[in-house]
């Protein structure tokens, strides 16, 4: 499922992007500012959709660039668990890779799940995990710093697929030959 999001931004324009159209530079410098980038309460933003609405460019004294208010009407933390596979699934431990046991007339077939592989799948949860930075606690000021704590790092933005339906999973097992 997508959700369009509507925002408001100001775009700074360089000085060597001014023959071009305001529309691209900006949609341009929008994609590259957004596209692929998890946006605190709204998610991954995939690209810009539309700009709805441009207000007067400015351009401010020691920059040469112009300023635009603009309104605006992307991933490698996406995880399939194991029960979300189609069934029935086996890891092969000699290929370090889970493999489908699809059962035809003429017996089971081996579909493997190599990585790196386009993949179907279906989104069943989303997580958004806050990690901006924060300061020390009022118990590790205390405690003069002689111990570090290791954190460990967390995605802010993961979703969790399936590909457990009909049509779903590796792209290569539903094309016709």
């Not at 997508?2 to 408001?8: A, D, N, P, S, W």
């Amino acid at each position: 499922m997508f959700v369009l999001v509507e925002m408001t931004d100001t775009v700074r324009i360089p000085p060597w992007q001014f023959e071009r159209k305001l529309n691209d530079s900006i949609a341009e410098e929008l994609n590259k500012k957004l596209a692929n980038k998890v946006v605190y309460n709204v998610g991954l933003c995939i690209c810009l959709y539309d700009i709805t609405k441009l207000e007067d460019s400015y351009i401010f004294p020691g920059d040469g660039a112009s300023h635009t208010k603009v309104s605006l009407g992307f991933f490698d933390d996406i995880i399939i668990p194991p029960e979300s596979l189609q069934q029935p699934a086996k890891f092969d431990e000699a290929e370090q890779v889970w493999v489908w046991e699809y059962e035809t007339e003429e017996g089971a077939h081996d579909l493997y799940m190599d990585t790196g592989e386009e993949i179907r799948f279906r989104i069943v949860d989303e997580s958004f995990v806050d990690t901006s930075p924060t300061g020390p606690s009022s118990a590790e000021a205390s405690t003069s710093g002689a111990t570090e704590e290791v954190q460990k790092k967390e995605a802010p933005y993961t979703l969790v697929g399936s590909i457990s339906e009909p049509g779903l999973g590796l792209l290569s097992w539903w094309t016709n030959s």
